[in-house]
């Protein structure tokens, strides 16, 4: 899958050289766009996926938003400030909002996102992704229960969190003729 094409937004283009400008001036380190390449392979075969279903999504808003999900990941370790937030103000700041919104929501959907969306894709795709390999929620959640689940509320916020992602993972995949057990072999194909 190529990467890092002109894609359009609201009227406002971001053309590859200004995506990858922006990993570079906020320092995204090279295993965080890595795993955000994966997501984007996930969450770009999703969109297409839903579209050839009847949903058409903005393909191009998939891709850089996944892309750019983690683009505050590294400051936000630093500043204790929330990444989702810190990047959706970075893109947002730079007349980028449909790219923001991906940005501030792909860790927790509002619940005006459980529905098929370009947000909800990568999100969901997100969910998908441990470092660099498709998994299932199952292992995802584990993972993460096991890096952040430090106490009580932390696991309580984990639980909640998987939980409707497993309620968007069946809005998503009960349009799809395959199942989300199906996915990784189905992009292998691609």
Known sequence: MEFFRKLPNTGTEITPQQTAELLQEFEV????????????EVACFLAGELSKAGYPLERSLVEVGALLH??????SLETGEDHTSLGGAWLKERGLYRVADIIR???????????ISEVAVVNYA????????IVSLKERSAGIMQRYGVDGSAR???????SRIKKLEQILFAHLPFGPDELLARIARE
């Not at 380190?29 to 984007?40: L, M, N």
């Open 126 to 133: 997100d969910k998908r992704v441990a470092e660099t390999a």
């Open 105 to 115: 929501y792909h860790v927790r959907l509002p619940d005006e996102e459980m529905r």
């Open 70 to 75: 983690d683009i505050a990941k590294v400051a």
């Open 29 to 40: 380190p090279p295993h965080i766009i890595e795993h955000s390449k994966q997501v984007a």
């Open 156 to 162: 309580e916020w984990i639980v909640s969190t998987f």
